[in-house]
């Protein structure tokens, strides 16, 4: 399997803990207006993204501690990621997006996800 994306977390919101503990993860490029950058992982792409979206099965890396795999993938979820570096990851384990803009993943550990989202991180999509 190939690395779809390949990011390193370089800014953490001060929200972004509150949004892990119910599974949310939101990330976005660095340089996202300030109101976004509170909620959001910022990063900055080291391999990516593809042309082609991931599918589900796909794993999801987070640092060294949390591993995931794509359960449902929105219509235009893989776009935003290719176009401004954005993208909601939803750790509930829903076979079906409830927004096009959103990538549903199995089910984290809230507490194992908030410890990793850290600067310098990497967050990978794929093999």
């Known amino acids: 399997m190939s690395v779809f994306l390949k990011t390193r977390i370089t800014a953490v919101g001060p929200e972004v803990a509150d949004l892990a503990e119910g599974g949310v993860l939101i990330l976005f490029a660095d340089g996202a207006p300030e109101e976004l950058a509170e909620v959001s992982v910022l990063h900055a792409v080291q391999d990516g993204p593809s042309t082609d979206a991931p599918v589900p099965g796909t794993r999801v890396s987070v640092g060294e501690s949390v591993s995931a795999e794509i359960t449902a993938m929105g219509d235009a979820a893989w776009n935003k990621v290719r176009e401004i570096g954005h993208v909601v990851v939803n750790f509930n384990g ?27 991180a990497v967050i990978t999509i794929g093999a």
Do not use: F, H, W, Y
Not at 96 to 118: F, M, N, T, Y
């Open 94 to 120: 829903a076979t079906a997006v409830e927004r096009p803009g959103e990538i549903c993943a199995s089910v984290v550990e809230p507490d194992k996800l908030i410890a990793a989202l850290q600067a310098d």
